[in-house]
């Protein structure tokens, strides 16, 4: 049969797909996230999210030094505060004895060729458990940034390489960035989660750092699910505030966004595979319903093929351990 055209001869073997290969996904793109816990010794595992733990200083320093080794040195921290030290106004973000700063300090120290991105929220720190702050039982946006600011300030100083808030507040982005050059720290660029939306996918999260708001959701600061334009609205007023990432979050769910934001934008997009979404993968493969090992770089090789630049997932140290960089 006559025929000038035949897709399945880019397919014929392995070598010829490689060279066709449209989407390029490697370690060198992924973020690792890592839980912190005050203490010595600890290393537990999060029951929601297997596979994925809490971590005292003593022994993530351990868990870098395993990534480094696979060629995995991108990490974002987030840290579990205990709860008579959280407050209305999240004072402990920005104590000098908080341990999540003093953590930065210890892995840049100990390696100082990682690059470490921060979480800028009030609900790790909050005894309301809102990302911003709580007022006759309103979430109060211009009253949180300057929260928020001090926070990212301390966060810099301990070493942060990028400051990354996540908190949905308006004009954080600007607050912040302001904040930051006022403190002399120009060079110190800003990831915001800049289309975050209020997803039932950050069960296993909120497991791991016991973060889920006291009273009431997060539905009016985070995004309606249903919206898509949106997330242009949130983009453009992020990159005029000075944001140097603009993040999607979720990401398997939220592809649409991703490619939206990627074909709008010029500046790096970001995506955050979220802890409900791999723990759905994580619970199929152990049913023995997919397998592993392809599923995971599949669902990765999507994000990616999608537009993300930067994917943060709790599959990159496999996804490293089986690819390399």
Not at 111 to 129: C, K, N, Q, R, W
Not at 168 to 179: P, S, T, Y
Not at 199 to 206: E, L, Q, V
Not at 309 to 314: A, G, K, M, P, R
């Amino acid at each position: 049969m006559l025929m000038l055209r035949r897709p399945r001869r880019n397919r014929n073997s392995k070598l010829i797909r490689e060279l066709t290969c449209e989407t390029r996904l490697s370690t060198e793109q992924l973020v690792y996230p890592l839980f912190l816990e005050n203490g010595e010794g600890i290393k537990k595992e999060i029951s929601s999210l297997p596979g994925n733990f809490r971590f005292s200083v003593d022994q993530v320093l351990e868990e870098i030094g395993e990534c480094i080794e696979l060629g995995l040195a991108k990490f974002i921290l987030f840290p579990a505060i205990a709860e008579e030290l959280k407050d209305e106004l999240a004072t402990h973000s920005f104590a000098e004895d908080n341990f999540y700063l003093e953590a930065a300090r210890q892995i840049k120290q100990a390696f100082p060729e990682t690059l470490l991105i921060s979480d800028v929220a009030m609900d790790p720190y909050s005894s309301d458990g809102h990302d911003g702050l709580v007022l006759d039982g309103r979430i109060v946006n211009d009253e949180s940034l300057l929260i928020l600011s001090r926070m990212a300030i301390a966060q810099a100083q301990a070493g942060f390489d990028i400051i990354a808030p996540s908190d949905m507040m308006d004009g954080r982005v600007e607050f912040i960035r302001d904040a930051l050059d006022q403190n002399e720290f120009t060079e110190t660029p800003i990831m915001s989660y800049t289309a975050k939306y209020a997803s039932a996918y950050y069960g296993p999260f909120r497991d791991a750092l016991d973060s889920a708001p006291k009273e009431g959701d997060k539905k009016t600061y985070q995004m309606n699910p249903a919206n898509k334009r949106e997330a242009l609205i949130e983009g453009e007023l992020d990159t005029a505030e000075g944001a140097d990432y603009l993040m999607v979050k979720p990401a398997l769910h939220y592809l649409d966004i991703i490619h939206q934001m990627k074909e709008h934008f010029e500046l790096p997009i970001a995506a955050y595979h979220v802890s409900g979404e791999c723990a759905m993968l994580i619970a199929a493969c152990e049913k023995g319903w997919l397998d592993y090992d392809q599923a995971m770089p599949e669902v990765l090789n999507s994000i990616a093929r999608a537009g993300a630049d930067v994917i943060i997932t709790y599959f990159a140290k496999d996804f490293a351990r089986q690819f390399g960089s």
